[in-house]
C-alpha cells in the first residue's frame, strides 16, 4: 500500500509562481513498484483533468497538457520518494484542487489534493 500527500497549494496572483510537492509513504515494495507519475487537476464543477506526466525510471522528460505546456515543469526524486510540479506564469483558469497520482503494473494511488488559487 502506498500514502500520498500533497503540499505546496495556496493564493498566487496571475503571472506568478507555486511549487507543488507530493511524498509517498508506505510498503517499500509497492513504493520500488510505481512506474509513472502525474499531476491532475479539477476545478469546481468541472472533470477532472490531467496537467502533467513523468516515468519513474527513463530519463525522458515530462509530458503535459496543452494547456499548461511551456509553464508548468514536471519533475522527481526517485530516492526520497517525491513529486514535483513547478508552476510559471500561473493563470485564472489555473484555479482548481491539484492530485497526485502514481501507477504500478497493477494499482493506482491518489492523495488528497491541494487548492491553488489564482487571483487577477
Known amino acids: 500500500q502506498v500514502q500520498l500527500v500533497e503540499s505546496g497549494g495556496g493564493l498566487v496572483q496571475a503571472g506568478g509562481s507555486l511549487s507543488l510537492s507530493c511524498t509517498a509513504s508506505?510498503?517499500?515494495?509497492?513504493?520500488?513498484?510505481?512506474?509513472?507519475m502525474d499531476w491532475y487537476r479539477q476545478a469546481p464543477g468541472k472533470q477532472r483533468e490531467w496537467v502533467a506526466r513523468?516515468?519513474?525510471?527513463?530519463?525522458?522528460?515530462?509530458d503535459y497538457a496543452e494547456s499548461v505546456k511551456g509553464r508548468f515543469t514536471i519533475s522527481r526524486d526517485n530516492g526520497n520518494h517525491l513529486l514535483y510540479l513547478q508552476m510559471n506564469d500561473l493563470k485564472p483558469e489555473d484555479t482548481a484542487v491539484y492530485y497526485c497520482?502514481?501507477?504500478?503494473?497493477?494499482?493506482?494511488?491518489w492523495g488528497q489534493g491541494t487548492q491553488v488559487t489564482v487571483s487577477v
Open positions: 497520482h502514481f501507477q504500478d503494473s497493477r494499482r493506482d494511488y
Open positions: 513523468i516515468f519513474t525510471r527513463l530519463s525522458t522528460g515530462g
Open positions: 508506505g510498503s517499500i515494495t509497492s513504493i520500488d513498484s510505481i512506474v509513472l
